[in-house]
């Protein structure tokens, strides 16, 4: 069983940067699926980045491309979501999340969630 634990958020300014991180145990993270999702106030939560299981393939949701980079350090079991240019649509309570999956995008079929970190983009 994966167990799964997110770090890094906090209060930003508009425009600048955040790094979360997701560690990632019980399991190889080179097999494993990882995702991150965003939780907007009064909004569902939404997929918006992930990693393969084979780390050569990602994904972002639009809002996120060319702001975020995903990456993973299999050596630390961790996965990185690194974001910038933040903007005050961007708060919410981020969640990371990991399974086997095989197509990481299948963010309806994770199992393995952390408990969320808070990132509060605000002036």
């Known amino acids: 069983q994966l167990q799964v634990v997110e770090s890094g958020g906090g209060l930003v300014r508009p425009g600048g940067s955040l790094r979360l991180s997701c560690v990632v145990s019980?399991?190889?993270?080179?097999?494993?699926?990882v995702a991150w999702f965003r939780q907007a106030p009064g909004k569902k939560r939404e997929g918006i980045s992930c990693?393969?299981?084979?780390?050569?393939?990602?994904y972002y949701k639009d809002p996120m491309k060319g702001r975020a980079t995903i990456s993973r350090d299999s050596a630390k079991n961790t996965v990185y979501l690194e974001m910038n240019s933040l903007k005050p649509e961007d708060t919410g309570v981020y969640y990371c999340?990991?399974?086997?999956?095989?197509?990481?995008?299948?963010?309806?079929?994770?199992?393995?969630w952390g408990q969320g970190t808070q990132v509060t983009v605000s002036s």
């Open positions: 999340a990991a399974d086997k999956l095989g197509l990481c995008t299948d963010f309806e079929l994770y199992n393995y």
């Open positions: 019980g399991g190889t993270l080179d097999s494993t699926d």
């Open positions: 990693i393969g299981s084979r780390h050569t393939w990602v």
